[in-house]
């Protein structure tokens, strides 16, 4: 196993914005006029197909892990690719739907703060994954949760994101056996006046986080598009 941790204010991130980097934020939708968020460039419902172009957040977890993408990469281009409507519930279709599309719309990053513990779901998961990697998408999720696996983040060819402590400005990186996994805070963007006992908290949040390092990354390093090339990235020499 290699393991690195490392901040925000040093390479390969500390360069970086996020700037000409599509976020994929595949979620309940995103309100776009929130001050964290400022700004969604596209979206889409997967839904109702009468209201496709529905994508404002009703729920506010999709905007919440916009928002702490957003502080990561703040130039970064969020498509909003909405899944849920009004209870954080979707298929695993639907789910292979948004990162298909996702890969279609040429996002670099898709951020998965959701999945499931059917395994039964995995090759239709899978294929969806493939898919996406195939147009240089690097695909982020959850790996597992208190010793649970989950999909798609344990597949071959995800970043596998695993719950980290308070700060927010820094990950570990683990590769084992060509299997990359991030650690990363489970905590949202900060609300002024409100505890981070009493904000949102959890593993969504280590993904989105981990979301914004990449996309900071992948700013910088133009030529990163398969996850081998990000291994490669973290792993090897970079300049002070």
């Known amino acids: 196993m290699r393991s690195r941790r490392f901040t925000l204010g040093e390479p390969p991130f500390a360069d970086g914005t996020g700037s000409g980097v599509t976020v994929a934020v595949v979620d309940s939708g995103i309100h776009g006029d929130h001050p964290h968020v400022r700004g969604v460039s596209r979206g889409v419902f997967l839904g109702d197909a009468a209201a496709r172009s529905d994508f404002v957040d009703r729920i506010g977890h999709g905007t919440a892990v916009a928002a702490a993408i957003r502080e990561k990469a703040p130039q970064a281009e969020l498509l909003a690719v909405r899944v849920f409507d009004r209870t954080l519930r ?28 059917n395994a ?44 980290g402590g308070d700060d927010r400005e820094a990950i570990t990186v683990e590769l084992v056996n060509d299997s990359l996994t991030i650690e990363a805070s489970r905590y949202p963007r900060p609300i002024p006046g409100v505890p981070p006992e009493r904000n949102l908290s959890g ?38």
């Not at 279609?104 to 999945?115: H, K, P, T, W, Y």
């Not at 695909?139 to 649970?148: D, F, K, Q």
């Not at 133009?222 to 490669?232: F, G």
């Open 120 to 163: 039964k779901r995995t090759d239709v998961l899978r294929d969806a994954v493939e898919y996406a990697a195939a147009r240089g998408a690097l695909v982020v999720s959850a790996r597992e949760l208190n010793g649970t696996q989950w999909l798609p983040g344990s597949l071959h060819g995800v970043v596998g994101v695993r719950l």
């Open 90 to 117: 979707t298929s695993a279709e639907q789910l292979a739907r948004a990162i298909v599309g996702s890969g279609d719309e040429r996002a670099r990053v898709i951020n998965l703060s959701l999945g499931t513990t």
């Open 203 to 240: 593993v969504s949040f280590s993904v989105a986080n981990a979301s914004g390092f990449i996309a900071r990354l992948l700013s910088v390093y133009a030529d990163v598009s398969t996850l081998a090339d990000l291994e490669v990235t973290l792993f090897g020499d970079h300049p002070p």
